[in-house]
């Protein structure tokens, strides 16, 4: 039967319709992606009306994806992670406040799924997919609350459909259920912010514990959050109710984050028990014992004070950097200049922000929330996507709001052309000062690899620099630009004669470490190395497709300097890149080359018997 839209009543009465069946069909168009990738890697659910409804989904959900998807049985479900410790700790559970190393909320919905599932292992499964597919209401109202409906409805698409979300979502982590608890957080935080009252309070810090009672470290987000809605209400007819509401939020979300707490507190002596166990993983990929008890707060400080450049360099990259450029990819097998306008939007919206009091709230959360993500996202795999895909739809809202607002611009400006400047003076002001900070922040952040390398040469430990787009400075003379190769980057010289800078801290003997290779169909190539002008050795490159060349070179003291220190390589003939092999393809065919490098290491008081250089695996 069709729709009657005259029975809806008004046009504010429709679009209001419009809207909810709009994200009607989001979440189910949602719900059919991650049910079709459910029963494709883990298999049809145990019988029953649960089972019926999520074949339905998955058959609907394969005509409605990408044709280039291909999602793969996993053959050993659940092993070698998280979720297989989520349904064990589920199945364990004698009470929501227990005190354990996990937070209580997605245990206690993986609690419920393995009920309903006969106790089956792809409970873990559909209780993350399940959250997965209700973050596509919660990133709706959001949007809608904090800029209105058309920068709710976007988000609210585009996390229906994101691949990599869709991936995610069917594994078993608890990711899911945190962007879904943080989202509806963001939309309560919202709301609180822009009209202060007592129920908006009261399930602002509903939300707020619950968030917390699912991954703890979201304390930071709620505290930063309200103290942040205080510091908004400068006026004096705002500030006592902000107080009051403030106040109240953080009574109820201690009221609910509490029990946990005491419990942790009395039975492990730790009331942050469930952040600071973690921290054993982390010293480890860092090399030190697991075996250490350290809090979470005594790991970053002890980073901090030891390693200051590195690990400022490191939040920097964790909360500016690897979070935002590491999205989009999923949208890519939907369109790529879909992906391109969203990212592109997404990086102007974040900037578009800071011109309203709830865009600046919405900063305050993001940033607040991915503190404790910034600093261990680049030891072992704290870099995944799912460990930020609760700040996605904030991305993405901030995404339609700038599309949003440009289009409002673009079509007031049509209106009223000659009648006076688009944008007024203080506005083109604001937005000079602002780009000129970011700019100053861009060429401080390029400039750190400089700062982190002298650092750690101070400590006398040894320094590995890359060829990444951060590390243009220690290059010189005409590289290419750096080319991935497997899970490398590398650069090709482009001349007879380059070199690369490196600043020492103090003069002292080093071992250089040069690995380079030079074109497949070159013979003969050999390299002069030199030291601010003196003289090191010449290397005879040879080339094995299964090995990269490494060559190790003593640097005496008397041939270094502080500061500046510029290692000079000097070839023996070129070849276009044409002839060079198929490891140089990736260049102009006319580019001629030298050889291929990948990076230089230099070791603090090291010597060697031989300048002769050796060659080792490729890494």
């Not at 697991?290 to 901090?304: D, G, I, K, Y």
Request: aromatic share 10%.
């Amino acid at each position: 039967m069709a729709l009657d839209w005259k029975r809806l009543g008004d046009g504010p009465a429709r679009w209001r319709a419009a809207r909810a069946l709009a994200v009607t069909i989001f979440t189910i168009w949602a719900a059919a992606l991650r049910a079709e990738a459910l029963v494709a890697r883990y298999g049809p659910l145990p019988p029953g009306v649960a089972s019926t409804i999520v074949q339905t989904l998955a058959a609907a959900g394969h005509s409605l994806r990408p044709r280039s998807i291909a999602w793969q049985r996993d053959p050993t479900p659940y092993v070698g992670g998280d979720p297989i410790n989520y349904l064990k700790f589920a199945r364990e559970m004698q009470s929501f406040y227990q005190a354990h190393v996990r937070e209580p909320v997605y245990l206690t919905l993986v609690k419920s799924q393995l009920w309903l599932l006969n106790d089956d292992d792809i409970a873990v499964s559909v209780a993350s997919a399940i959250s997965s597919v209700l973050v596509v209401p919660a990133a709706y109202v959001a949007g809608a609350a904090a800029f209105g409906p058309v920068a709710g409805l976007g988000a609210a698409l585009c996390w229906a459909i994101e691949v990599d979300s869709v991936s995610w979502a069917v594994d078993g982590w608890r990711d899911d259920t945190f962007a879904l608890v943080f989202t509806l957080m963001v939309w309560a935080m919202v709301r609180l912010g822009q009209q202060p009252s007592r129920r908006r309070a009261i399930v602002a810090g509903a939300l707020a514990g619950l968030t917390c009672l699912t991954r703890l470290s979201a304390l930071l987000s709620v505290v930063a959050g309200l103290a942040w809605i205080l510091i908004e209400s400068s006026s004096r007819e705002r500030r006592g109710p902000a107080l009051r509401a403030t106040a109240l939020a953080a009574v109820v979300a201690a009221a609910i984050v509490g029990p946990f707490l005491v419990n942790c507190a009395i039975a492990t002596g730790d009331p942050f028990y469930a952040v600071n166990y973690h921290t054993k993983y982390y010293r480890f990929a860092q090399g030190l014992s697991p075996a250490v008890a350290e809090s979470a707060m005594h790991f970053m400080l002890r980073n901090l004070l030891h390693r200051p450049m590195e690990t400022i360099d490191t939040v920097a990259g964790g909360l500016l950097g690897w979070p935002f450029f590491a999205k989009w990819t999923g949208l890519t097998l939907w369109s790529r200049p879909l992906a391109y306008t969203l990212e592109a939007s997404a990086a102007g919206g974040m900037v578009l922000l800071l011109w309203s009091s709830t865009g600046r709230l919405l900063l305050v959360l993001l940033f607040s929330s991915l503190v404790p993500y910034s600093l261990t996202w680049a030891l072992g795999g704290g870099g995944a996507w799912r460990f930020t895909e609760h700040i996605y739809p904030i991305y993405l809202i901030a995404a339609f709001h700038l599309l949003d607002r440009g289009g409002r611009a673009l079509y007031a400006a049509f209106e009223r052309r000659g009648e006076g400047p688009i944008l007024p003076l203080h506005a083109v002001r604001t937005a000079a000062l602002v780009a000129g900070g970011i700019g100053v922040a861009a060429l401080v952040y390029m400039a750190l690899p400089v700062f982190i390398q002298r650092e750690a040469l101070a400590l006398d430990e040894p320094i590995t620099i890359d060829l990444g787009p951060r590390h243009g400075w220690f290059m010189a003379g005409d590289w290419s630009q750096p080319h991935t190769t497997g899970n490398v980057l590398v650069r090709a010289a482009r001349e007879l004669h380059v070199a690369v800078r490196v600043y020492l801290p103090a003069p002292m003997d080093y071992q250089l470490t040069l690995r380079l290779d030079p074109a497949s169909a070159m013979t003969g190539q050999r390299v002069a190395v030199f030291v601010n002008r003196q003289p090191l050795g010449h290397l005879s490159l040879t080339f094995d497709p299964a090995r990269i060349g490494a060559y190790r070179l003593q640097i005496p003291r008397n041939a270094t300097v502080t500061g500046v220190n510029r290692i000079d390589l000097i070839a023996s003939k070129l070849v276009p890149a044409s002839r060079a092999g198929r490891e140089f393809q990736w260049l102009n065919g006319s580019d001629p080359v030298a050889f291929r490098f990948w990076y230089f290491r230099l070791e603090p008081g090291q010597a060697t018997t031989s300048a002769a250089p050796s060659a080792s695996d490729a890494p």
